[in-house]
C-alpha cells in the first residue's frame, strides 16, 4: 500500500512541472524516393507550468544524404507553452534514397521555471519502407500510355465486325424496302 501512496505522490509532484507529450508523423499516404514527404510535430503541455525554450531537434533521424530540406526545418525553437496547450511544427523533406528507412524519435528539450532542463522524446515511427521512383510509378501512376495502347489495339478488333455488319445491315435493308414497294 505504501508503494501505491509513493508511486501516486511521485506523480503528482511530476504535474507540477511541464509536461511534454510529442507526436511525431507523416501526412502522406506512401513515402516515395523523389517525392515530398512532410513530417509533422504535435507538442503538447499537460503539465501545470509553462515548458520555456522548447526545442524540437530532430536532425538525427534525417542525414542529409538521406533526406533533402525542401521547406521548414528539422528543428524547431517555442520560446513558451503554457499549461494546457500545443504547439506544432511541419518539415517538407525529399527522400534521396529507397528502401527501408528508420524513423527515429524527435528529441525535445525544454525548461521548467526554475531553469532545469528537460528531455523528452517523440513518438516512434518505426521502419517504414521508402519506395524507389520506378515502383512508385508503376503502382501509382495512371498508365495514360498503357491505356492508349490498350485502346488503339482494340479498336480495329471492334471496328471492323461492326463495319462488316453494317454494311451487309444497310444491304438487307435496301431490298427489304425494294420488295415492300413491288
Not at 75 to 92: K, Q, R
Amino acid at each position: 500500500m505504501s508503494i501505491l501512496f509513493v508511486l501516486l505522490f511521485a506523480a503528482v509532484a511530476a504535474q507540477e512541472n511541464p509536461v511534454l507529450l510529442a507526436s511525431k508523423d507523416f501526412l502522406n499516404d506512401v513515402i516515395a524516393e523523389e517525392k515530398h514527404l512532410t513530417m509533422h510535430y504535435v507538442v503538447h503541455n499537460i503539465g501545470t507550468e509553462a515548458a520555456n525554450d522548447v526545442v524540437i531537434d530532430d536532425t538525427a533521424g534525417f542525414s542529409s544524404g538521406e533526406f533533402e530540406v525542401v521547406s521548414g526545418a528539422l528543428s524547431a525553437t517555442f520560446d513558451s507553452i503554457p499549461a494546457g496547450s500545443n504547439v506544432s511544427h511541419a518539415v517538407v523533406l525529399k527522400p534521396l534514397v529507397s528502401g527501408m528507412h528508420n524513423f527515429v524519435p524527435a528529441i525535445i528539450k525544454y525548461k521548467n521555471a526554475n531553469g532545469e532542463e528537460l528531455v523528452t522524446f517523440s513518438s516512434f515511427l518505426d521502419n517504414n519502407p521508402i519506395l524507389s521512383t520506378t515502383e512508385y510509378n508503376r503502382k501509382y501512376s495512371p498508365h495514360l500510355v498503357d491505356w492508349l495502347i490498350f485502346v488503339g489495339l482494340c479498336t480495329p478488333v471492334l471496328l471492323i465486325p461492326f463495319l462488316m455488319w453494317h454494311s451487309s445491315h444497310s444491304k438487307y435493308e435496301a431490298l427489304a424496302a425494294k420488295a415492300k414497294k413491288a
